[in-house]
């Protein structure tokens, strides 16, 4: 076990070594893993290509994937890797799916006339893989007699090695051409952006021959002991508990957030191992942290080009569920695994470069290459538009089933779709639709700390607004709402769209004679409504929010509802990311992922209650006056499940799961837990919250 484990950890780092380990004072090494730059390029020259041949995406089609394949079969082999496969992302796989993603290993080798064996990898294998895609969450768009599915190589994204496999970042699609994956329109919005976004550049005087979005993740989830875990089923199956009394200690005194990483636990050398294989497959995790409730953790990257930082992110994922369990932990990526503590998150952080490197929401970046303050305020102007007339879509992005636990709940924001500039921006925006004329300056300030021996701390004119769902961060947005378990193709998929057909009106609005600056105050005008710098946990500010037509949609089923919406199916359309087909059968498998985990969690808690919980308060009195209800707990959700499996329209079904989930399974949880603060602790059989929240106190 220990050798198979070492295959896929660096060469420098032995499973059966000390407990804690740190990345050599080196830099050596970063990427190693990884098929580009100058990893690759000694492979490439052998075959009569430049390492640059690969860092654009015409590769693929201008006759040189043969020798590009032949370069990766090299590689493969010095690195003693001689599997490959192509790496997909399966709809509907957030949440459960072991590292979400989709895969075949296939081995490089084939026989020759002699029947011998021979290495071979040629462009046909690179580019293209065949699998069956039936049997993956597709929404009516496939059958079990019509198939087919293929993987297609994305050059967006490098190739990389783990272990003894190669990796080939790819989209899959029927054959009927149908996506069958969360890339494809992921990439058809990435198209969507460039091409709306040069347009309107080029309006504005700045020509350039594409821009792109880059991301940076932020990854919040816990460690728990895994004995305990391996206690638990609800965890085991669903990620979250189900059931389960509050420690006597949670998150009250705020004594676990960024407190230094223990050495008395392995939580810390959990995360060093994390990020040394991060490390080799060029995956800068540059910030790692405890999070606010007990057992939680960050793990954050710097930012990178979209396609790229989501493959990075899934991958991470996984990593972190594989290296956990050598650590003795287990590594738990729902949004909320546990009541009464913060759940997780994974901020998206958000902007729009240019081919040349300009940020377009820097703005002394943004003046610098182009000389004028104009383009800005039409930019911003562009996105709040965005913002106010799609809300309803930025919802939908995140209606993860983890989700329904977290928004709102001061840890994540409540599911009013705004967007914090902070009063500096904000002002200078109403001067912008006033007429004024000057150029946006980031402002700062100074704080004197009154200590002679402290110097002055230069800091934003703007502080943090943690309750807005989207709000300005200089230089970035940040999607403050995404769920810790999410792919976040979708959240991105929807902002490249959104964004790129408000460019679209902008440019049409142009072409049609009207001046851009007129363009952008009426945009501005008309979405103002989104703007919104107050506390949004306020229930008075929510009211009014509301009642000003803000977008606001508390339930996950009722947002899922929204992908088939005439404006939301029109829009997709226009951009060329999904057809009224794609539409629907994405929101079928949202459906179906959303009642798919609650229908899980139910069984859980059936399987819980009759084999751990019942028998524990048996055995503390045979006569005990909470068996009774405790039995017709079982009896509620089975009933409830029952009528879960006769409703057959999927809307329908997630909107009885969301009952039972969010109400029947609450009050059974209230009924069990207070059995748990009865039952003598040598006789309950389940890992408490004690058990699981606390490494740095229950582990030697």
Same mark, same amino acid.
């Given at each position: 076990?220990?050798?198979?484990?070492?295959?896929?950890?660096?060469?420098?780092?032995?499973?059966?070594?000390?407990?804690?380990?740190?990345?050599?004072?080196?830099?050596?090494?970063? &990427?190693?893993?990884?098929?580009?730059?100058?990893?690759?390029? %000694?492979?490439?020259?052998?075959?009569?290509?430049?390492?640059?041949?690969?860092?654009?995406?015409?590769?693929?089609?201008?006759?040189?994937?043969?020798?590009?394949?032949?370069?990766?079969?090299?590689?493969?082999?010095?690195?003693?890797?001689?599997?490959?496969?192509?790496?997909?992302?399966?709809?509907?796989?957030?949440?459960?799916?072991?590292?979400?993603?989709?895969?075949?290993?296939?081995?490089? =080798?084939?026989?020759?006339?002699?029947?011998?064996?021979?290495?071979?990898?040629?462009?046909?294998?690179?580019?293209?893989?065949?699998?069956? &895609?039936?049997?993956?969450?597709?929404?009516?768009?496939?059958?079990?007699?019509?198939?087919?599915?293929?993987?297609?190589?994305?050059?967006?994204?490098?190739?990389?090695?783990?272990?003894?496999?190669?990796?080939?970042?790819?989209?899959?699609?029927?054959?009927?051409?149908?996506?069958?994956?969360?890339?494809?329109?992921?990439?058809?919005?990435?198209?969507?952006?460039?091409?709306?976004?040069?347009?309107?550049?080029?309006?504005?005087?700045?020509?350039?021959?594409?821009?792109?979005?880059?991301?940076?993740?932020?990854?919040?989830? /816990? =460690?728990?002991?895994?004995?305990?875990?391996?206690?638990?089923?609800?965890?085991?199956?669903?990620? @979250?508990?189900?059931?389960?009394?509050?420690?006597? @200690?949670?998150?009250?005194?705020?004594?676990?957030?960024?407190?230094?990483?223990?050495?008395?636990?392995?939580?810390?050398?959990?995360?060093?191992?994390?990020?040394?294989?991060? /490390?080799?497959?060029?995956?800068?995790?540059?910030?790692?942290?405890?999070?606010?409730?007990?057992?939680?953790?960050?793990?954050?990257?710097?930012?990178?080009?979209?396609?790229?930082?989501?493959?990075?992110?899934?991958?991470?994922?996984?990593?972190?569920?594989?290296?956990?369990?050598?650590?003795?932990?287990?590594?738990?990526?729902?949004?909320?695994?546990?009541?009464?503590?913060?759940?997780?998150?994974?901020?998206?952080?958000?902007?729009?470069?240019?081919?040349?490197?300009?940020?377009?929401?820097?703005?002394?970046?943004?003046?610098?290459?182009?000389?004028?303050?104009?383009?800005?305020?039409?930019?911003?102007?562009?996105?709040?538009?965005?913002? /106010?007339?799609?809300?309803?879509?930025?919802?939908?992005?995140?209606?993860?089933?983890?989700?329904?636990?977290?928004?709102?709940?001061?840890?994540?924001?409540?599911?009013?779709?705004?967007?914090?500039?902070?009063?500096?921006?904000? %002002? /200078?925006?109403?001067?912008?639709?006033?007429?004024?004329?000057?150029?946006?300056?980031?402002?700062?300030?100074?704080?004197?700390?009154?200590?002679?021996?402290?110097?002055?701390?230069?800091?934003?004119?703007?502080?943090?607004?943690?309750?807005?769902?989207?709000?300005?961060? &200089?230089?970035?947005?940040?999607?403050?709402?995404?769920? %810790?378990?999410?792919?976040?193709?979708?959240?991105?998929?929807?902002?490249?769209?959104?964004?790129?057909?408000?460019?679209?009106?902008?440019?049409?609005?142009?072409?049609?004679?009207?001046?851009?600056?007129?363009?952008?105050?009426?945009?501005?005008?008309?979405?103002?409504?989104?703007? =919104?710098?107050?506390?949004?946990?306020?229930?008075?500010?929510?009211?009014?929010?509301?009642?000003?037509?803000?977008?606001?949609?508390? %339930?996950?089923?009722?947002?899922?509802?929204?992908?088939?919406?005439?404006?939301?199916?029109?829009?997709?359309?226009?951009?060329?990311?999904?057809?009224?087909?794609?539409?629907?059968?994405?929101?079928?498998?949202?459906?179906?992922?959303?009642?798919?985990?609650?229908?899980?969690?139910?069984?859980?808690?059936?399987?819980?209650?009759?084999?751990?919980?019942?028998?524990?308060?048996?055995?503390?009195?045979?006569?005990?006056?909470?068996?009774?209800?405790?039995?017709?707990?079982?009896?509620?959700?089975?009933?409830?499940?029952?009528?879960?499996?006769?409703?057959?329209?999927?809307?329908?079904?997630?909107?009885?799961?969301?009952?039972? @989930?969010?109400?029947?399974?609450?009050?059974?949880?209230?009924?069990?837990?207070?059995?748990?603060?009865?039952?003598?602790?040598?006789?309950?059989?389940?890992?408490?919250?004690?058990?699981?929240?606390?490494?740095?106190?229950?582990?030697?």
């Amino acid at each position: 076990m220990l050798s198979r484990l070492n295959r896929i950890t660096p060469r420098k780092y032995s499973i059966a070594n000390g407990r804690h380990r740190c990345l050599s004072a080196s830099l050596e090494g970063y &990427g190693e893993h990884v098929f580009r730059g100058e990893v690759a390029e %000694s492979y490439l020259r052998k075959h009569g290509l430049r390492k640059e041949v690969i860092e654009t995406p015409e590769w693929v089609t201008d006759g040189s994937a043969d020798k590009v394949a032949a370069a990766v079969l090299d590689w493969a082999l010095r690195n003693n890797a001689t599997l490959y496969c192509h790496w997909f992302q399966p709809l509907g796989s957030s949440g459960l799916r072991h590292g979400m993603t989709g895969q075949v290993q296939n081995s490089m =080798f084939e026989f020759d006339k002699q029947g011998l064996p021979k290495w071979s990898f040629t462009a046909s294998n690179l580019l293209k893989g065949e699998t069956d &895609g039936s049997s993956f969450l597709h929404g009516k768009m496939r059958a079990t007699h019509s198939a087919g599915a293929y993987a297609v190589l994305d050059p967006t994204s490098p190739i990389f090695l783990r272990g003894d496999t190669v990796f080939i970042p790819s989209c899959l699609v029927s054959y009927n051409g149908d996506p069958l994956d969360e890339k494809t329109p992921l990439l058809r919005a990435a198209d969507a952006l460039s091409r709306e976004g040069k347009r309107l550049l080029k309006h504005l005087g700045y020509e350039v021959s594409g821009v792109h979005a880059n991301i940076g993740l932020e990854q919040e989830l /816990f =460690f728990v002991p895994r004995e305990a875990y391996n206690r638990r089923l609800d965890l085991q199956m669903t990620g @979250r508990t189900v059931l389960g009394r509050d420690a006597p @200690r949670g998150q009250e005194l705020c004594d676990h957030y960024m407190a230094p990483p223990s050495l008395s636990s392995p939580a810390l050398s959990c995360m060093q191992d994390v990020q040394n294989q991060a /490390f080799k497959l060029g995956i800068p995790l540059r910030t790692r942290h405890r999070e606010v409730a007990p057992n939680q953790y960050e793990l954050a990257s710097l930012y990178g080009t979209m396609t790229t930082q989501i493959d990075q992110n899934l991958m991470v994922m996984q990593i972190c569920e594989e290296v956990a369990v050598q650590h003795g932990l287990a590594a738990l990526l729902q949004e909320k695994p546990f009541q009464g503590v913060n759940g997780s998150g994974k901020h998206n952080n958000w902007s729009i470069a240019t081919s040349d490197g300009t940020n377009l929401l820097n703005v002394k970046q943004l003046q610098a290459t182009t000389g004028t303050g104009e383009i800005f305020p039409v930019i911003m102007a562009a996105i709040v538009k965005a913002v /106010f007339q799609h809300g309803d879509l930025l919802r939908l992005a995140i209606a993860c089933p983890g989700n329904d636990f977290r928004l709102g709940a001061c840890e994540a924001p409540p599911a009013l779709v705004t967007t914090h500039l902070g009063d500096d921006m904000t %002002s /200078f925006l109403e001067g912008y639709i006033n007429g004024s004329t000057e150029s946006y300056t980031a402002q700062t300030k100074q704080l004197d700390l009154g200590v002679s021996v402290l110097a002055p701390v230069e800091v934003p004119a703007e502080d943090r607004n943690r309750t807005s769902l989207f709000p300005y961060g &200089g230089h970035r947005f940040e999607f403050r709402a995404v769920g %810790s378990s999410q792919n976040v193709s979708l959240v991105n998929t929807v902002l490249a769209t959104i964004v790129a057909d408000t460019f679209r009106e902008f440019s049409d609005a142009i072409e049609k004679g009207q001046m851009p600056k007129t363009v952008a105050q009426k945009a501005l005008r008309e979405s103002w409504k989104a703007i =919104f710098n107050g506390n949004g946990y306020d229930q008075a500010n929510q009211a009014k929010l509301k009642e000003d037509g803000v977008w606001c949609i508390n %339930s996950n089923v009722d947002a899922i509802r929204r992908y088939t919406a005439p404006k939301n199916v029109a829009l997709f359309e226009r951009m060329r990311v999904l057809n009224a087909t794609g539409c629907t059968a994405r929101q079928e498998v949202l459906f179906t992922q959303y009642t798919g985990v609650v229908e899980v969690e139910a069984k859980c808690l059936i399987d819980m209650l009759q084999q751990h919980v019942i028998p524990s308060v048996r055995n503390t009195n045979t006569t005990h006056p909470m068996l009774p209800e405790l039995m017709a707990c079982v009896m509620t959700v089975k009933d409830a499940l029952q009528e879960l499996h006769t409703t057959e329209v999927s809307a329908e079904r997630a909107d009885k799961a969301r009952v039972l @989930r969010l109400e029947t399974m609450v009050k059974v949880r209230e009924i069990v837990d207070e059995a748990e603060a009865v039952v003598p602790a040598d006789l309950w059989t389940l890992a408490t919250y004690k058990d699981l929240l606390f490494l740095d106190h229950t582990l030697p």
